[in-house]
């Protein structure tokens, strides 16, 4: 992959990260007035944020090596 291709995944990344950061205040939120129903979505919000948060160290480690 060259390094283009490598700078727009890591901004396409960038911006899902940001909305699930978003997206889990919501969740909070709701949880706390009582609104959310699925009460599982947080967790796994919070896991895709870690995956998608290990997949920027990844390819950050491999142009450094």
Do not use: V
């Amino acid at each position: 992959m060259n390094a283009t291709n490598k700078n727009t995944d890591i901004k396409k990344i960038k911006s899902e990260i940001s909305t699930l950061k978003k997206s889990i205040l919501n969740f909070k939120f709701q949880k706390s007035t009582g609104q959310l129903e699925k009460t599982s979505e947080i967790r796994k919000s919070k896991k895709k944020l870690a995956r998608l948060k290990t997949e920027i160290n990844k390819s950050i480690g491999e142009s450094n090596a």
